[in-house]
């Protein structure tokens, strides 16, 4: 790939190696564990941190059976992570594309992308989590997503998951750990049709940092690790990404050390980048921390285990909420994304007699400018539209002149969010004088309105809104019984 001068290329770094295999006994259980294979490599651990590793080959079939391929119709694109049966970690950078879920397959058991190989499994993907601190204007940061299957994989010898890091578990820098994909096998070169694997030696936060700022744009996040040679060479390779960072454990299973994000360049090194060209610099191989995103990874999964075993708003036709005051939480935490084609009904009741007051405090559904794709909508007790919200801004607080309201989630199969978050609670009506301002307030009945404060002065930079609805074949009129206002000239 021809690098342009200002240009920051995604490119994925690795060293491609030579790697002896031999066979081990294998018996497969029911419920496998993880982070073991048929074909293992012989251990690295504990090498010289500047140790060079030369030449290159690719993999044989079943080294590295957590390895999954993402494909968009069919074409290979990102590589992922088995971690169970129906889970698979990857790259938030992958599954960035509008309507990828109408597309997107994961193959797992994949080891020549050119021919159906035995053992190979193909799944849809049921939806996506991405990390919600991950912004795609800073892609290098909390760069994960999780796959929910639609389906499980039958695990065998090619298909096994590896294993989450424990809390608190850390390699130290000089460690060896393997990624593998069917990236570059150089910058310039041809993507391979089989599966390579690239061994790289992790680095510790400083020699990180330090590389990373002498970058243009100086790359800085709390989910970053860095693994490579600091010299480069011929001999090192693109990696793939979402694809793994694994590392052993002395004489024990593989774990999920990290995601491929990205590299600048390829077999780049780093060592005198002040004296490069920006355009000619290079970096280590950045890969997502797996133990810095390990909460939230084990959050998701495990919510997904509760919703399966409990029944949700949205598992029954209208969910009713009677109290005077609450809250609601949808899809329940701020971390989880809902899901594509859902249906959810909420009907809030009041005592009778007093109106009922919605504050929002997190809001973030699929904006459109029509909210025709995913919305909240709010409807009256006689079944009248008062609003319907999507996208990132927090709506205004909203008063209903009414004690019954129902509330109504929709998403399409196109994109998805956090939710929302809202409180609701029962107001007598006698707050009217003051209501609509810095909310909308939304009234049924005959009645009188005042601004704030009235007769005094009302409050600089004020914003009310009121919306008053009538029955249909009706009109409103309004009689204006006092109106004073600041006059400019």
Partial sequence: MHVLPGKLPVLLMGIVCITEFHVVPFVLQKDPKCGQKVHETNPWSYLNLFTRIVGGSQVKQGSHPWQVSLKRRQKHFCGGTIVSAQWVVTAAHCILERNILEYLNVTAGEHDLRIRENGEQTLPVKYVIKHPNFDPRRPMNYDIALLKL?????????VLPACLPDPGEKFEAGYICTTCGWGR?????????????VNLPILNRKECSRALSSLKKPIQGDTIMCAGFPDGGKDACQGDSGGPLLCQRKHGVWILAGVVSWGMGCARGWID???????????????????????????????????KSSTPFCG???????DSEGELHFPGS?????????????????????????????????????????????????NRLLGKFCGGDLPLPILIGSNSIRLKFVSDSKDYGTGFSMMYKALTPHILPNSG????????????????HYPEQYSNLADCQWIICAPEDHVIKLSLVDLTYQHLF
């Avoid at 150089?186 to 694997?197: H, S």
């Fill in 437 to 452: 301002c810095e909310s909308i307030a939304i009234l049924f009945e005959e009645g009188v309105l005042q601004s704030m």
């Fill in 150 to 158: 639609d389906g499980a994989f039958n695990f065998s010898s090619s």
């Fill in 185 to 197: 096998l150089n910058e310039n070169g041809v993507l391979p049709q089989v599966l390579y694997e």
């Fill in 273 to 307: 980048n002040e004296k490069k060209k920006y355009y000619e610099r290079g970096s280590p191989g950045i890969f997502t921390d797996l133990s810095a995103v390990l909460s939230w990874i084990q959050e998701n999964m495990s919510a997904d285990l509760k919703m």
């Fill in 316 to 322: 029954v036709q209208d969910g009713k909420l009677p």
């Fill in 334 to 382: 701020l971390k989880q994304f809902y899901q594509n084609h859902q249906l959810c009904v909420w009907t809030l009741l009041v005592p009778e007699g007093n109106y009922i007051l919605l504050h929002f405090s997190h809001f973030d559904i699929e904006p459109e400018t029509f909210c025709d794709f995913d919305s909240l909508s709010v409807y009256s007790k006689d």
